[in-house]
């Protein structure tokens, strides 16, 4: 049985007074739905405020990317090797901001993925597509070749230590959300990729889904059979309504 997983990416978000004020507003729903991993993403330079506020309770956290390189001169990045000393768990890989605004190819994604995993991160893949895409009925194609250049880059068993991300790129902080039924059915669909490789690795890999889940879809969203969680945005930036996610994810 998959534990279900809800992690908030704050994205180029937070002060120090409202990262105090929502980690200690997690902690309730993190208690109260014991079932469900709790996880934030800050951004980088609040990881250690983060890491202090959570060394009492059960609230996981990582970055939000990490550099293919671990140390040298490399100006603006931060290395698997600098969050995994700060405690971080985990690190987003491949977001579709990444990809989109900074020119991430797959292949840069999937060696980020190598360097995160061995470095002692869990790296969370982002996968998905763009509207253009989905029009055209190319998802499938797109979600295929995006985890083909990690496991042709780290193999199919790595992704037994890794979670999967399906974010529909157009459905990301636009207020669209994708219907439950089409997102399992990607869901279902990069599980049935991943099976024909490695049955067992299917069956263990948590499949996120992320692009508006908020408190009045998550429910329903984490119902599907193989939809493990969600990776959340805008949502996650508030205590209360990042709760209720939690909260459909453990009902």
């Not at 491949?94 to 999937?110: D, L, P, T």
């Not at 999967?164 to 459905?171: F, R, S």
């Amino acid at each position: 049985m998959r534990q279900a997983l809800v992690m908030g990416n704050w994205k180029l978000n937070a002060t120090k007074a409202s990262v105090n004020a929502l980690v200690k507003g997690l902690v309730t729903a993190a208690q109260e739905n014991a079932n469900v991993e709790v996880a934030v993403c800050p951004p980088v330079v609040f990881i250690p405020q983060v890491e202090a506020l959570t060394a009492d309770n059960t609230i996981s956290y990582g970055a939000q990317d990490c550099d293919v390189n671990t140390a040298g001169a490399f100006t603006g990045e931060n290395s698997a090797v600098m969050l995994k000393e700060f405690g971080c768990k985990y690190t987003l890989v491949g977001h579709s901001e990444r990809r989109v605004i900074h020119g991430e190819s797959s292949e840069v994604v999937a060696e980020k993925f190598a360097v995160a995993q061995e470095n002692g991160l869990v790296p969370v893949l982002c996968i998905g597509e763009t509207l253009e895409q989905f029009e055209a009925g190319e998802t499938k194609a797109v979600v295929e070749a995006q985890l083909q250049a990690v496991v042709t880059k780290s193999g199919i068993a790595s992704l037994n230590n890794a979670v999967i991300a399906y974010e529909p790129v157009w459905a990301i902080g636009t207020g669209k959300t994708a219907t439950p039924e089409i997102a399992q059915d990607i869901h279902a669909h990069i599980r049935s990729w991943l099976a024909e490789q490695d049955a067992a690795v299917a069956n263990k890999v948590q499949i996120l889904y992320g692009g508006s889940v908020k408190g009045a879809n998550a429910a329903e969203l984490f119902g599907q059979a193989d939809i493990d969680g969600g990776l959340v945005g805008g949502a996650s930036l508030d205590a209360v309504e990042f709760s209720k996610v939690i909260a459909g994810a453990s009902a």
